[in-house]
């Protein structure tokens, strides 16, 4: 019996899957296809953390987050400096606002 699967996994899985006897069946994707498999990891990671909330699963978006910076050549210095400087213009979420709704002044 063959499982469809079709996603991007972590480098170890497929070693993982033939040591539990099973035989699995991968190709190495190119740089578009893994920029695009990425994005979908990514939503897939965000989705299963939502759901659980649970650290493993806030650690695996970081994973994806640290590959999607690679492919793209840059550092997570690059990701900090940008949350900073977002942080320093538009704040962070320390004070818990959550804004219902907007009223026009001027009409």
């Keep these: 019996m063959t499982k469809d699967i079709n996603k991007l996994v972590r480098d170890n899985i497929p070693n993982l899957?033939?040591?539990?006897?099973?035989?699995?069946?991968?190709?190495q994707l190119s740089d578009s296809e893994y920029k695009s498999a990425?994005?979908?990891?990514?939503q897939e990671?965000?989705?299963?953390?939502?759901?659980?909330q649970n650290l493993e699963e806030l650690a695996?978006?970081?994973?994806?987050v640290y590959a999607i910076l690679d492919a793209?050549?840059?550092?997570?210095q690059d990701l900090e400096l940008v949350?900073?400087?977002?942080?320093?213009?538009n704040?962070?979420?320390?004070k818990r606002y959550f804004?219902?709704?907007i009223t026009s002044i001027i009409e």
Excluded at 18 to 27: H, K, S, Y
Excluded at 45 to 52: D, F, G, M, P, R
Excluded at 83 to 89: D, G, L, P, S, W
Excluded at 91 to 94: L, T
């Design 83 to 89: 949350r900073q400087n977002k942080a320093k213009t």
């Design 38 to 42: 990425l994005v979908d990891k990514l």
């Design 17 to 27: 899957i033939t040591n539990e006897g099973r035989c699995p069946q991968f190709r």
């Design 72 to 76: 793209e050549g840059l550092k997570m």
């Design 60 to 64: 695996d978006i970081m994973e994806v």
């Design 45 to 52: 990671e965000v989705k299963e953390y939502v759901e659980s």
């Design 99 to 101: 804004l219902e709704s």
């Design 91 to 94: 704040g962070r979420f320390e």
